[in-house]
C-alpha cells in the first residue's frame, strides 16, 4: 500500500480540478455508467449511462486531501436507470 502526505494529495487533486476546469467554456462532465469500470482509454460497448453531470467551472474545492465537488450547474441528465 502506498500512503500520500497531504499535501502530496492536495497537488494531485489541484492537477485533476485544472484538467476538470481547463474545459471552458465548456465544464467538465461527470458520467456514471452501469457495469465494470472498462480499461483507461477502452471504449464503453454494453455499459448502460445512468447519469450525466455538468461540474462548475471551478469544478470545486481541495483540502485535507479531498476534492469536493461543487454543487452542478444544472439538473443532472438521468437517461437511465440500474
Request: glycine fraction near 10%; include cysteine; proline fraction near 9%.
Amino acid at each position: 500500500m502506498i500512503t500520500y502526505a497531504v499535501d502530496v494529495k492536495n497537488s494531485m487533486l489541484a492537477g485533476l480540478a485544472a484538467k476538470l476546469d481547463a474545459a471552458d467554456p465548456d465544464p467538465g462532465r461527470l458520467q456514471l455508467y452501469t457495469g465494470p469500470q472498462p480499461g483507461a482509454g477502452a471504449v464503453i460497448t454494453t455499459e448502460t449511462l445512468l447519469a450525466d453531470i455538468s461540474l462548475t467551472i471551478p469544478c470545486g474545492s481541495i483540502a485535507d486531501g479531498i476534492l469536493t465537488l461543487a454543487t452542478p450547474i444544472e439538473d443532472s441528465n438521468l437517461p437511465d436507470s440500474g
